[in-house]
């Protein structure tokens, strides 16, 4: 058993889902930060589990040619990025292959996986940056959050952040200089100015200034500082959030300089954007990303369209273009404004959007025909209930676009057990030099014609109906992507028995002469959840 501390000579045969590289070494599997496929290096054991374990590399021995020399110095310190250290073709490499493992290990499907597109950006990509802000050497800065922590790295020049957000930043910092605007403190919840959120437009930007309370002195020299750095197009947001909270922006904003808006324009359309609004980061890839999913759709002028996460109404209003009829529903009041305005603007009167949760603004379909279905959920996937309600409305097609492979790949094996068969999967490198990819994909129904039936005794199969519902695997990780925390194959198997769900014998049955912890009710509520979400009880 390999000890904390030990230096072993490792050899990378692969990546881990965030590009670490992973090692194995007499059936024991190390997970090593920055070291790429193919080379070797003395590798350092930090943190030791049983069946694995974290290191870091002491020395490299073999160099890829993949390797890139570090361009940036927040790097890899901010949390940011997680490739810089690979070329871009080893990154797209990377995500073509978390995408196809997603989809045969997750979602237990054979499609054909394409190559992901590259970005046509690979630097200053983002319109958009969430900034933290904190103190340094007694100077206000603005930075990033260090991976998994709250430790804020102060980061200049972001090689892939907009250009100008340094120039924000610095027009903050000499604002907080001159007022005494105090630094938020999230262990004591005291302090003012919490973030820097900024977006950037067509010709206009936005600076949201994030404050822990209501009161911002002598706003005027803040707009006038943000002003003399960025110009004249611009407008000036505050945002009011006194919670107790990981969530960026709370719910009162109060404009501080024009009208708390910015517009961009998008595969034609115009758009107008507020702070609370989804709007992609990336825009030149997006525009790509959207004529991908159109074209899936083969959407024409007899068609319904009802699009789910609609945001501002981007999706929806480049179907609407091409169909009968476009529907957009989103749960945010203030996306759902912007998307109407964003309809008048483009002068779009085949579109209504609804404001409501998606899994309950579905039903209202239930008795209306809709033809092409598109989803774009957020990282967690498309809940139980929304799935149950999208095969009720029973469309001809849906599109499916992820930033989630794992959850995509979930949600398509569990339509496809319903009838609505995927045959492509088409990444896209939206967020270069970090470990995330865009995907989009068409789910086709399958008419009668089209499927066999095969009958099954499930007694011969040695197995329950319930039990050929999940995996074990399937379960841990649908508690984990919703809930946050893990549950162990103990655990599942205790509430498969409080549910009656028969087990064949295995390991993973509980014992009747052995005392076992209880599975805490936290964790068998989460469980339940599961087991409704894959149909094993009701």
């Known amino acids: 058993m390999p000890q904390k501390n030990e230096i072993m000579t490792l050899t990378a045969c692969g990546y881990t889902n965030e590009g670490e590289g992973v090692c194995r070494a007499e059936g024991f599997v190390v997970f090593v930060p920055g070291m790429l496929e193919g080379e070797q290096a003395e590798v350092q054991l930090l943190k030791v589990k049983k069946t694995y374990a974290y290191g870091k590399i002491v020395r490299l021995l073999n160099q890829s040619e993949e390797r ?55 630097f200053h990509y983002r319109n958009k940056a969430q ?90 020299l803040l707009c006038e500082k943000m002003r003399n750095a960025l110009g004249e197009q611009i407008t000036v947001v505050q945002n009011v959030n006194t919670e107790k909270t990981n969530v960026v922006l709370g719910k009162e904003m109060i404009p501080l300089f024009g009208d708390g808006t910015i517009s961009d324009r998008l595969c034609g359309l115009e758009f107008q954007i507020s702070p609370h609004s989804f709007f992609q980061v990336n825009h030149a890839q997006t525009e790509q990303l959207y ?78 025909p809709v033809d092409v279905v598109v989803v774009d959920p957020p990282r967690t996937g498309c809940s139980a209930e929304l799935i149950d309600s999208i095969l009720k409305i029973s469309p001809k097609r849906i599109i499916y676009v992820s930033c989630n492979p794992a959850t995509l790949a979930r949600d398509m094996k569990l339509f496809a057990e319903s009838g609505y068969m995927g045959e492509e999967v088409y990444p896209f490198d939206m967020f270069p030099r970090t470990a995330h990819v865009e995907t989009v994909a068409l ?12 009958e099954l005794n499930l007694d011969e199969l040695e197995v329950t109906a319930p039990e050929m ?21 103990l655990n599942i198997a205790q509430v498969k028995k409080e549910c009656g769900i028969i087990e064949r014998e295995n390991y993973n049955k509980p014992s009747d002469d052995y005392k076992q912890p209880n599975c805490p009710k936290t964790k068998a509520d989460a469980i339940k959840d599961a087991f409704k979400y894959f149909k094993m009880i009701n």
């Not at 206000?140 to 250009?163: K, M, W, Y």
């Not at 529903?329 to 209504?352: D, H, L, S, Y």
Request: aromatic letters at 8%.
């Open 68 to 122: 890139n020399e570090i361009d940036c110095p927040s790097f890899p310190q901010c949390g940011g990025c997680k490739l810089r250290h690979m070329s871009y073709e080893e990154e797209l490499k990377l995500k073509k292959q978390l995408v196809t493992d997603a989809v045969e290990r997750i979602g237990g499907l054979h499609l054909k996986v394409w190559e992901v597109r590259p970005s046509p950006k690979q």
């Open 131 to 220: 900034l933290p802000v904190g103190m340094e050497n007694g100077v206000p800065v603005t930075g990033f959050f260090a991976a998994r922590s709250h430790r804020l790295v102060s980061c200049q020049n972001c090689l892939i952040g907009d250009e100008r957000t340094d120039l924000a930043s610095k027009a903050l910092a000499e604002y907080m200089q001159k007022t005494g605007a105090t630094v938020y403190d999230e262990t004591t919840h005291r302090g003012l100015i919490r973030h820097l959120y900024l977006r950037y437009g067509t010709e206009k930007t936005m600076v949201c200034v994030v404050t822990n309370g209501k009161k911002l002195p002598n706003s005027e």
């Open 291 to 368: 004529q991908k999913a159109v074209e899936l759709s083969a959407v024409s002028k007899e068609d319904t369209i009802l699009d789910l996460y609609c945001g501002i109404g981007t999706m929806t209003l480049l179907f609407a273009d091409k169909a009968k009829k476009a529907y957009g529903v989103e749960i945010v009041p203030q996306a759902i404004e912007n998307a109407k305005k964003n309809a008048e603007k483009n002068g779009i009167e085949n579109v209504e959007f609804l404001c409501g949760d998606a899994s309950t603004a579905v039903k209202k379909f239930e008795n209306e």
């Open 469 to 489: 519902k999940a995996t074990y695997g399937q379960i841990k990780e649908y508690v984990l992507n919703k809930y946050g925390f893990k549950v162990s194959s």
């Open 443 to 454: 789910l086709t129904k399958l008419k009668e014609s089209d499927s066999i039936t095969v």
